[in-house]
């Protein structure tokens, strides 16, 4: 057993990581397709259903959505204010923004290529693969204001990064810095987007 094991670990370890992924795609394409993934108000319902596990659920979420660029993560980050208040909302959406990018980061410099042809398209690939090929200065920049901007790639930048073999202490400078940036654009730009709302309903 121990032989068969050994001789065929790479095997085993590519056959459990398909089974983990299609597991988690079918997880998020059952979410999707009941629009909690795309509806803030059903994304708000479904995490608060879970009371006090409802932060857990948060996290969960949130990470897991980081491996699929096309969702965007704007949404989660609204709805952790609106479930989680100012502070812990903060914390929760700082500390889940780090996390997905490590990931992304740490699992395409294990797995290379072959995780990101898991996730990101044939075309999406030749062109993310292209911004690789820029000085390792310009990369940095194009990281930085791609991780600090709503509805920006982020997600798939960061897992080019890794395949980019950015250092990771360069890469997680990056990352503290605009992940940060990101939330507080992201409020700001809610906030006025109410305030705007309540303007017209009280006006016209």
Do not use: C, W
Request: glycine fraction near 4%.
């Amino acid at each position: 057993m121990k032989y068969f094991l050994k001789k065929h670990s790479k095997e085993i370890k590519i056959f459990i990581s398909l089974g983990i992924s299609i597991l988690f795609l079918t997880f998020l394409y059952r979410l999707y397709k009941l629009g909690i993934l795309t509806n803030s108000d059903k994304l708000y319902d479904y995490i608060g259903a879970f009371t006090y596990l409802a932060p857990l659920i948060f996290i969960i979420l949130k990470v897991l959505i980081g491996f699929v660029p096309f969702i965007p993560t704007t949404i989660f980050i609204v709805i952790g204010f609106a479930l989680f208040g100012q502070k812990f909302g903060l914390f929760l959406n700082y500390i889940t923004g780090l996390m997905t990018a490590v990931l992304n980061y740490t699992l395409t410099r294990i797995y290379g290529k072959r995780f990101l042809n898991l996730f990101l398209p044939k075309k999406s690939l030749k062109k993310y693969e292209s911004a690789t090929r820029q000085s390792t200065k310009r990369f940095k920049k194009v990281l930085f204001l791609t991780s600090a901007m709503p509805f920006a790639p982020d997600n798939a930048l960061s897992m080019v990064a890794g395949f980019k073999k950015l250092k990771f202490e360069d890469y997680l400078k990056i990352m503290f810095v605009a992940k940060f940036i990101e939330i507080v654009i992201i409020i700001f730009l809610h906030h006025n987007y109410i305030l705007f709302r309540q303007f017209l309903l009280f006006y016209f």
